[in-house]
């Protein structure tokens, strides 16, 4: 793994952590910031011992946004020029599944981070938002995008134009994150929950994903057939003969992801 300034990364039992680890700036996140995520993200998505991966951030912050300093002087044509969301795109290309541990402030960039992992973590203390109203500027990593499908667009509205943290209550009532824990425990819960997908089949968990991110932006029948493929796909895996002889055997299935 390369040696990274931003972010701190370790392998154990199939499971990849990565911390941001920008703590002065609560966690503020640089252009080089995601560039080291997207790279371990990728790293991590190819090796075979990794099953699961683990985003957090810190107890204050997971992050407090993009770096406002770095962007503070940029013009239209610098940030076209520098195509400044290409890492924060493939982000979400990643096939394992990522578990995102959330505690302390989870703002704007860190929020849209935040959204790009697939099962949320928070603490009881976490706080959301997205203050980029207040600095003049919106959402520009899929904010606005993400925030409207899972509260629909009048609350969506609400939030992105008054810019206020909403709790960890309120974001898991709307859906945007799956688990609110006390926080002392938001790594350990989603570590936790993280071995659990690591014994799943991996081809499923992968092909679940897909499907289920298919499913969000497609037609009922559309990603029926979609679903379909898949299913069947599943069938040419060892896995799947392993899985159900191991059911008839009547013990634990050993799934190689193949
Ligand atoms: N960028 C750069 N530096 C940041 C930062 C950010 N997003 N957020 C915090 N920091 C820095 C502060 O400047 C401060 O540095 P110094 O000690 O050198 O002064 C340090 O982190 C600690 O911050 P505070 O002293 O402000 O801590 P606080 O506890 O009093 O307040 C906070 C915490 C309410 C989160 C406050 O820091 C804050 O409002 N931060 C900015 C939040 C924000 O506007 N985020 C959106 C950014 S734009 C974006 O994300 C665009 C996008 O969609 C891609």
Not at 26 to 52: P, Q, Y
Not at 212 to 240: C, I, P, T, W
Request: charged content about 25%; overall charge negative; glycine content about 8%.
């Amino acid at each position: 793994m390369a040696d990274f300034q931003s972010i701190k990364t370790k392998v154990e039992d199939g499971i990849a952590l990565i911390e941001l680890n920008r703590p002065n700036v609560l966690n503020a996140i640089s252009r080089g910031m995601v560039t080291e995520i997207r790279s371990a993200f990728e790293t991590f998505d190819k090796e075979d011992a990794v099953k699961v991966i683990v985003l957090t951030g810190n107890e204050k912050a997971f992050a407090a946004g993009a770096d406002i300093d770095e962007m503070a002087e940029d013009d239209a044509v610098t940030l076209e020029l520098l195509n400044q969301f290409k890492d924060w795109d493939q982000l979400h290309t990643i096939k394992k599944p990522v578990i995102g541990a959330v505690s302390g402030y989870c703002f704007g960039g860190g929020f849209e981070l935040a959204l790009c992992c697939d099962i949320l973590f928070a603490s009881e203390k976490a706080q959301f938002g997205f203050p980029e109203i207040k600095l003049g500027v919106m959402p520009g990593a899929g904010g606005t995008v993400k925030l409207t499908k899972l509260m629909g667009p009048k609350i969506a509205l609400e939030w992105l134009w008054l810019g206020e943290p909403m709790t960890a209550k309120e974001a898991q009532k709307h859906g945007i994150i799956n688990r609110t824990v006390a926080p002392e425990l938001v790594v350990e819960e989603a570590m936790k929950f993280a071995r659990i997908l690591a014994c799943r089949a991996p081809l499923s968990l992968r092909l679940i994903k897909e499907s289920v991110q298919y499913a969000a932006g497609h037609s009922v029948h559309d990603s029926m057939q979609f679903e379909r493929k898949n299913f069947y796909l599943l069938f040419s895996s060892e896995d799947q003969k392993e899985g159900m002889k191991a059911f008839t055997e009547k013990r634990h299935p050993q799934f190689k992801g193949k």
